[in-house]
């Protein structure tokens, strides 16, 4: 993995979802090209169990997601900010049920300074929620359409 200048770069944490046959870790990766330093791949969602943070900045997604360009793009924007302590991302997903599609939009903490860690639990929020933080409106994480089990 190759980014710069350092205060750009990031580690990555891949969760593995609940559906490996939606699992696209060349696509994940590749979405943050130029920003990502250090990926690791974790059985669980177990993300309070990080002790070590080796660079500036760290995320997490899942097998499954992707950023779109507007958002890796807009990254390194962010990271240059002392400011915030994490970023909330957006995702939009697709719905597709027979002949009905919906669209729904989620956003959660997913990017996060070396010193934030994240509270035991289901969640998946920063320890200290009342940290500096804000959300990024450039673009999304992204999944394949979801589509319904009959």
């Known amino acids: 993995m190759f980014c710069k200048p350092k205060t750009h770069c990031m580690?990555?944490?891949i969760i593995k979802s609940d559906r490996p046959e939606r699992a696209n870790y060349k696509r994940l990766v590749y979405s943050f090209r130029?920003?990502?330093e250090q990926v690791t791949l974790l059985?669980?969602?177990e993300l309070h169990k990080i002790k070590e943070i080796k660079n500036r900045w760290?995320?997490?997604m899942f097998d499954s997601e992707y950023i779109d360009q507007k958002t890796r793009l807009a990254l390194p924007t962010?990271?240059?900010n002392d400011q915030y302590s994490y970023y909330?991302?957006?995702k939009k997903i697709l719905i597709v049920d027979g002949d009905n599609t919906e669209v729904r939009v989620f956003s959660s903490p997913r990017l996060f300074r070396d010193y934030v860690r994240i509270k035991e639990g289901p969640e998946l929020i920063p320890t200290d929620i009342t940290m500096e933080h804000t959300t990024v409106l450039n673009g999304w994480i992204l999944e394949d359409e979801w589509r319904e089990e009959p």
């Open 88 to 90: 909330n991302l957006y």
């Open 34 to 36: 130029g920003l990502l």
């Open 78 to 80: 962010f990271f240059a």
């Open 58 to 60: 760290w995320g997490y």
């Open 43 to 45: 059985e669980d969602r």
């Open 11 to 13: 580690t990555l944490y």
